[in-house]
């Protein structure tokens, strides 16, 4: 299937687009104004909404910055089972 010494020589280009992104991201959240205009939510005028807008306008609101963090550390184990899963996959062969 796939060569050690190629997957190998792959790793310092998979650093460097891993350094690059981390960086976008860092610059992305340094320079984005955070302040939200007071805005009353939604499920406040009408009273039989189910909720949903109400909870998507905390998420990428008010809580916008630990959901970005939710999705790096699912991201990060979502990658270490594919490398946990290969790494088993090879074991067996």
Do not use: C, H
Not at 13 to 31: D, P
Not at 41 to 58: D, L, N, Q, R
């Amino acid at each position: 299937m796939y060569n050690v010494k190629d997957v190998m020589r792959l790793i310092p280009y998979a650093i460097t687009a891993l350094i690059f992104l981390i960086g976008l991201y860092i610059g992305i959240l340094s320079n984005t104004s955070w302040q939200i205009p007071f805005k009353a939510p939604s499920y406040i005028f009408t009273k039989y909404e189910s909720g949903s807008v109400a909870i998507g306008e905390k998420i990428f609101t008010t809580y916008v910055v630990p959901f970005e963090v939710l999705s790096l550390v699912l991201l990060a184990a979502l990658i270490g089972a594919i490398y946990i899963a290969i790494k088993g996959w090879r074991r067996e062969r």
